[in-house]
């Protein structure tokens, strides 16, 4: 029976290797492993390879090394396999790595250029707010001009009563007797 540690929440350990390689440098091995499986031209010479192999194993009987069912060509391709797939596998988790930190850093600018916008939000609005009791010129124009109304129709009541007066004989610089 295995013995469990106390906190099963977490896989047991494996074994640890004591000597040290740079991780960071086998990642970007495996990239450019993976970038190169990648490409037409690994496509192409593998093509090419893979038939010129053939070739000589059914064609040249003294060069046979490898016949009919080219069981040693197998073995190239799942070794090729082998180690390929997991290169592929990190160069993918180490992309992934990459893409998240990114997609935490786009986060935080959308949270800044939020706050950013929501900030000049409010200060437009109070800057409206501000503005609302401000006069314009628009204002004080039609102001005077109300002003103007007014005191030309009260000239002209004065005059129309001082018109009045004078037909009657009332002079306002002579006060009327008590």
Known sequence: MARRGPDLSRPRRGLEWS???DPDAFGRFSEGIARFLGTGRFLVGQTVAVAVWIAVNVAAVSLRWDPYPFILLNLVFSTQAAYAAPLI???QNRQDDRDRRQAELDREVNQRTQADTEYLARELASVRIALADVVTAADLRDA??????V???LGERMGALEDRDAAAGFDPEDPPAV
């Not at 005077?144 to 109304?149: A, I, L, P, Y």
Request: aromatic share 14%; glycine share 14%.
């Open 151 to 153: 005191l030309e129709g």
């Open 89 to 91: 596998l990190l160069a």
């Open 144 to 149: 005077v001009d109300r002003v103007t109304t």
């Open 19 to 21: 000597g040290f390689y």
